[in-house]
């Protein structure tokens, strides 16, 4: 996102930038998550030195109080290099569930210092919808008991902390929780994802206190689709960055390798696709700006304007990154090799909190202000 910056943002981008070039290497990433390890404790505290995680927290609380422009940077950031570590989740949790719930003064510092790393836990494999959840929050005299299940928590495995969407009996609305992984009755399993963020399946049979309960009621429900327009917009962004990086590299690759006594690059053929390719790029880059102004600005289409740019990210990631593929070749199907890995977090994008098929759909039934 280089264009259109204010001056704190570009320095934003700058520093970010810098920092993952220097320290965030693929190979190391691989053998990283090879050996199991999906995300870098000594990485997540430097983000916290950073900043970064305190970007949408109010200052009030000690943060930076800064909005979805500034987190987008970071999340097209994650995408170019392929972090593993649960940023996006963790600040779209952070904003839209943890910053508005009864517990933010206590909980917000822990976050903005790397001490809780928060993941939402929204699906369910009972469930035909992630509106609707089945697990069940009751009020009983030993406390809170939430009884359910979640699956298929993304990078849930690199989390100290779950933010659980249950539906309440005392309240017969929705209820947030925030659930500590280890804890007593919480029994979660773990497995790797094709993306290397590593996944986790969660049982909950826990009985909690008062200060775990985040949001009851409709601020639950308002949560809920802040939360979901935001990791829309995020993962939108991450998608963005993925597939600008999955293009340069294949540029790169066509300028390099030579066929019948020249680079690929000459080919006028190629370069049209190419060129197709960047402008169906930055063509999604504007559509993401425009989502991000939408809600930092509180515009009544914002909710449009997220699940629009979700449609095109994902619509664009997926092209270009298969075309990266086919233009490169077999090499760009091996592991060692960082093109098919652009392809694989793209993939795994679509689909998180919100696939491209419900955000169209739920695009085409708002109804323009």
């Given amino acids: 996102m280089a264009a259109h910056m204010t001056e704190d943002q570009t320095l ?10 220097d320290s965030y290497d693929f190979n190391q990433r691989r053998e990283r998550i090879a050996g199991g390890v999906y995300s870098d404790p000594s990485q997540w505290q430097a983000f916290a030195e950073m ?7 109010a200052e009030e609380f000690g ?13 097209e950031l994650c995408g170019q290099f392929l972090v593993t570590e649960p940023l996006i989740d963790a600040l779209a949790a952070t904003h839209a569930i943890i910053g508005v719930s009864q517990q933010r003064e206590s909980l917000l510092p822990r976050v903005a210092e790397g001490e809780v790393i928060p993941v939402a836990a929204i ?7 992630r509106l609707t959840p089945a697990a069940t929050l009751t009020q009983t005299d030993a406390g809170w008991h939430l009884l359910g299940a979640k699956h298929w928590i993304s990078a849930g495995a690199s989390a100290t902390h779950l933010a659980v969407l249950a539906q309440s009996t005392d309240t017969e609305g929705l209820a947030w929780v925030l659930v500590p992984t280890a804890a007593d009755g919480v029994e979660c ?33 308002d949560a809920l689709e802040a939360y979901r327009a935001l990791a829309m917009t995020l ?3 991450e998608t963005l960055g993925a597939t600008k990086a999955a293009l340069d590299t294949t540029v790169d690759y066509t300028k390099q390798r030579v066929q019948f006594g020249q680079p690929l690059a000459s080919f006028q053929a190629l370069q049209h696709r190419m060129s197709n390719m960047l402008i169906q790029t930055e063509l999604t880059r504007s559509l993401i700006y425009a989502a991000c102004n939408a809600a930092d600005s509180r515009h009544e289409d914002a909710a449009r304007f997220a699940r629009a740019a979700k449609v095109k990210a994902t619509t664009v990631g997926r092209n270009v990154s298969q075309e990266a593929i086919q233009l490169h070749g077999g090499i760009a199907t091996t592991d060692e090799y960082i093109v098919g890995h652009f392809f ?12 491209k098929g419900e955000a169209l759909k739920e695009f085409m039934a708002l109804s323009p202000p």
């Fill in 12 to 21: 934003l981008k700058d520093a970010a930038e810098r920092y993952l070039r």
């Fill in 51 to 57: 900043g970064w995680l305190a970007l949408p927290i």
């Fill in 63 to 75: 943060g930076l109080g800064l909005g979805a422009r500034e987190m987008a940077i970071l999340a």
């Fill in 123 to 129: 699906d369910e494999a009972e469930t035909a919808s």
């Fill in 189 to 221: 399993d773990g497995f790797p994802t094709h993306d290397g963020r590593g996944g986790m399946n969660c049982r909950f049979d826990v009985v909690l206190e008062a200060d775990h309960i985040l949001l009851l009621g409709q601020p639950a429900s």
């Fill in 235 to 237: 993962s939108s962004a």
């Fill in 344 to 355: 694989k977090r793209i993939t795994a994008l679509e689909s998180w909190v919100c696939s």
